[in-house]
């Protein structure tokens, strides 16, 4: 329920959910987590939400992703400006060695725009 909130930037549910009990620090088996999820959602909200309770905003998943590379590939461009302003990591490199840039340029072919 915390990833589905956190992707759609609804900060009353994830106040209500962490009130009773839900760990806003949780990771599901991939290792991703509220800043991976809410990057891949566009929502700025979520993130700085997340960050202030003390995320880092260059954690990995399973894969070695940070919430930059998910925001590039996911074509969320106001997440990426964010990520940017609060230190997201550019130069980063998942498994296979690619950057949040790689990934923002090929996901530009994909959704025409910059």
């Known amino acids: 329920a915390m990833h589905f909130a956190s ?3 609804n900060i009353n ?7 009773m ?3 806003p620090f949780s990771t599901n088996k991939c290792n991703i987590n509220m800043l ?21 905003i ?13 925001a590039a590939f996911a074509g969320s461009e106001m997440a ?3 990520i940017l ?5 550019v130069n980063a490199q998942d498994m296979k060695g690619l950057t949040p840039l790689f990934l923002a340029i090929k996901a530009s072919e994909d959704i025409r725009s910059t």
């Open 85 to 89: 302003a609060w230190g997201g990591d």
């Open 21 to 23: 009990g839900a760990d």
């Open 58 to 70: 260059n954690s990995r998943d399973k894969r070695m992703s940070t919430p930059l590379h998910w």
């Open 80 to 82: 990426l400006n964010y």
């Open 36 to 56: 991976h999820v809410a990057a891949q959602g566009d929502q700025p909200r979520s993130l700085a939400f997340f960050l202030r309770l003390g995320l880092d």
């Open 7 to 9: 992707f759609f930037g």
């Open 13 to 19: 549910l994830i106040t209500y959910l962490i009130s």
